[in-house]
């Protein structure tokens, strides 16, 4: 577009929605094809210190030296001499203005057309036979409407899930974590102070029955060192009758030995 009109144009943007999704709506201002007329910062886009009649831009030099001038279609904005001299010119803002509308957030564009009129701005043709008449008229050729109506549904869709539901879900995700995590935080705290609390009894316990077990100690031993004096008795009792079987058949062999002898 910057290419086609050799200059930038400043637009006014209102904020709007279409099909849901938040967008802003853009239009040329007023002045936007000035030549100076209006705006004295235009008048350095004149050709040569000639500057056309306001609405009008000079592309002469941009196209070969074809003496080409751009305008919205039917003259719309521009100096009403250019459309008292041609005959059938009824421009109509709905029809002939230039609008875009833009999503701010992901720079898409959601809805557009882009409209201009390629006029042949004729200078002094007096000395050509039968063209008098057409001196310095400028003349219209055909417009353009390059146009996008709308986006194409699974466009839409996408567009309305990323700018309208992603951002609830994410909202709402954020909460659940961080409820998530003070709800943890909390039952750790608690956790720790119940366990904590648990023990101190638990030790207690353990700590008293030490003197039982000291007494039932002291009454097993007495036991046990009773067991050992009986055993201790058997054992004895047990040796003697050892030695008197021993004696017992030394006596029978002692006769045998002494006979042997003899």
Request: net charge negative; aromatic share 8%; with cysteine.
């Amino acid at each position: 577009m910057q290419q086609n009109i050799t200059r930038r144009v400043r637009a006014n943007g209102a904020t709007t929605t279409y099909s849901g999704i938040p967008t802003v709506h853009y239009r040329f201002k007023e002045d936007a094809l000035d030549n100076g007329e209006k705006n004295e910062d235009n008048k350095c886009f004149c050709s040569n210190g000639h500057c056309l009649r306001s609405g009008l831009i000079d592309v002469t030099h941009c196209y070969y030296g074809f003496p080409i001038a751009l305008s919205y279609p039917h003259f719309y904005l521009a100096d009403p001499s250019l459309r008292e001299e041609i005959e059938g010119s009824n421009p109509d803002p709905n029809l002939h203005e230039t609008y875009f509308h833009i999503n701010p957030e992901t720079g898409t564009p959601t809805n557009l057309s882009v409209k201009m009129q390629i006029n042949i701005a004729l200078g002094d043709v007096s000395s050509m036979l039968h063209c008098e008449r057409f001196s310095n008229m400028v003349i219209p050729m055909l417009w353009t409407d390059i146009t996008m109506p709308q986006l194409s549904k699974p466009i839409v869709i996408k567009l309305f899930l990323l700018l309208r539901v992603l951002p609830i879900v994410e909202t709402v995700a954020l909460y659940l974590f961080l409820i998530g995590g003070m709800a943890f935080v909390l039952l750790s705290i608690c956790a720790v102070i119940f366990i904590s609390t648990t023990k101190m009894p638990m030790q207690s316990a353990v700590k008293k029955p030490s003197s039982s077990t000291t007494t039932c100690s002291s009454a097993i031993v007495p036991t046990k060192s009773k067991h050992l004096k009986n055993e201790y008795h058997d054992s004895e009792k047990s040796l003697e009758g050892n030695k008197e079987m021993d004696m017992y058949y030394c006596s029978l062999l002692a006769p045998s030995n002494e006979r042997e002898e003899a």
